[in-house]
């Protein structure tokens, strides 16, 4: 654990740790210590075609392990140390209907939580959440995102809905015309990359452009990728631009408990552990 960390960020890490922990113990970790080798190699391979083939119990709980703890770390990063949370909500302190796209396990989700919860939001009250995402990953989150949010769901009186559907496909095109309308505000995290290499983004892009209410907000983040630059600048022509940066914002990763390491997640290979991830982000307003 870096000496330094503030004290939020602190908190939330050893938080996601513990529940990973307490999710993978006593399950199969060579399924998934395989299931992170296979991750790992999923995302390095240039031609994959949107997100990996989330196809067992076990590859879920691999991306619990080895990416979903690392980008809440990082989305908590940017809304408190960066201050972009106080940009995000702006003119919009009210009950929201939040839309997340490609929601996975929910690390947006956790990281928007705490921070509205040390802020003390009340106005955030009576909230809905909607995560989207092709995957069913309502099991893993029952392991990993329930604990970590179960609080502040109490706390803010939420409404928080799951929706399986892949907007990529004309289904799921027809799906997003209903749910857009209803966003107060809509997140995209790590999301139009993996439509890029679907060749699906316009597709979102038409859709949003097209049923977006007036002054709601598109927040597009990733890891800074040059085809996701180019594209939030794209779309950009289109919205009104409320907070985009073109730099890559490097946020340092702490390392996982001494559990993981020993059990999980290994330096040396395709076990080593994130250190850092490159943050880029757009925020719209239509």
Known sequence: MLDDTPKDLKDLWNDLNTVVQEACAGRDLDAIRNGIVQLRSD???????????FDSPEKMLAYAVAYHPAHSFAYLHLLSRRQFGRTLFSAMQRPLNVLVLGAG?????????RWLRAENCVWFRGSQLTLVDRAPWEDTR????????RDSLQFFDLGIRPVLSDFST???????????????????????T???SEHSEEQLHVCLLSYMKPK???LLIDHGYAEFRHIAKQWSRDFTDVLSTTDQCKVVINQPSDWIRRNLLVWGGPLTPVTSYHMTWCLLER
Do not use: Q
């Not at 396990?105 to 939580?113: K, N, S, W």
């Not at 289904?171 to 997003?176: F, I, K, M, S, T």
């Open 105 to 113: 396990i929910g690390a947006e989700t956790v990281a928007m939580l």
């Open 194 to 196: 993996e439509l890029i």
């Open 142 to 149: 029952t392991l990993i995102l329930d604990p970590m949010i």
């Open 170 to 192: 004309p289904e799921g095109h027809e799906e997003l015309k209903k749910l857009v309308p209803e966003a107060d505000l809509i997140l995209a995290p790590s999301l139009v």
């Open 216 to 218: 709601s907000r598109l």
């Open 43 to 53: 995302y390095k391979e240039r031609d994959l075609r949107g997100a990996p083939n």
